[in-house]
T-cell receptor, first 110, second 113 residues
Framework: QKEVEQNSGPLSVPEGAIASLNCTYSDRGSQSFFWYRQYSGKSPELIMS????GDKEDGRFTAQLNKASQYVSLLIRDSQPSDSATYLC??????????FGTGTRLLVSP | GAGVSQSPSNKVTEKGKDVELRCDPISGHTALYWYRQRLGQGLEFLIY????????KSGLPSDRFSAERTGESVSTLTIQRTQQEDSAVYLC???????????FGPGTRLTVL
């Protein structure tokens, strides 16, 4: 079982819809969770970090964490074509290195 | 302030040559990471530095790969006797400490002919 799993996609949504990106992780002791966005040919860019169960909102982005289910998600409201990118989930346990999923490709059609 | 910088941005080399890639972390960031990303693939962890502690080299794919960092400053990733499978984007990231968010540099695209 991979440490951090994401559906590779592509996830296709129409402009204005809500995009829901999901990530599961294997280490129940994981404590820090991050979402990165990576445009084609560019380096990853940090979008959100979340450390506690529940929701964390930042603009059009909401990160959701459920440690009991070992599940973290990213919701993008009012999706725009400029949101089309690969979204990477990353998980850290204590002071271990950050472990990345392979990413979900999101396509937002006009 | 300046972000993480990497040089060169692109490097084309011949099989068997050695290459050196450079990373300048964000000032004050004690942790520095190197990753490799092959075309269309995910991030592959290579090595991690935290202050003066012994580096975590668990991701280095072979003894042709090595990295150095002096204190909390610049790091260099060296690949000896390059092979075509080394072709990838090499990304560097830094953070304030092991528990905080990582910020990535623009990467070095390495092409081995």
């Amino acid at each position: 079982q991979k440490e951090v799993e994401q559906n590779s996609g592509p996830l296709s949504v129409p402009e204005g819809a809500i995009a829901s990106l999901n990530c599961t992780y294997s280490d129940r002791g994981s404590q820090s969770f991050f979402w990165y966005r990576q445009y084609s040919g560019k380096s990853p860019e940090l979008i959100m970090s979340i450390y506690s169960n529940g929701d964390k909102e930042d603009g059009r982005f909401t990160a959701q964490l459920n440690k009991a289910s070992q599940y973290v998600s990213l919701l993008i409201r009012d999706s725009q074509p400029s949101d089309s990118a690969t979204y990477l989930c990353a998980v850290r346990t204590g002071f271990q290195k950050l472990v990345f999923g392979t990413g979900t490709r999101l396509l937002v059609s006009p | 302030g300046a972000g993480v910088s990497q040089s060169p941005s692109n490097k084309v080399t011949e099989k068997g040559k050695d290459v050196e890639l450079r990373c300048d972390p964000i000032s004050g960031h004690t942790a520095l990471y190197w990753y490799r990303q092959r075309l269309g693939q995910g991030l592959e962890f290579l090595i991690y530095f935290q202050g003066n502690s012994a580096p975590d080299k668990s991701g280095l794919p072979s003894d042709r790969f090595s990295a150095e960092r002096t204190g909390e400053s610049v790091s260099t990733l060296t690949i000896q006797r390059t092979q075509q499978e080394d072709s990838a984007v090499y990304l560097c990231a830094s953070s304030t400490n092991r528990a905080n968010e990582q910020f990535f540099g623009p990467g070095t695209r390495l092409t081995v002919l």
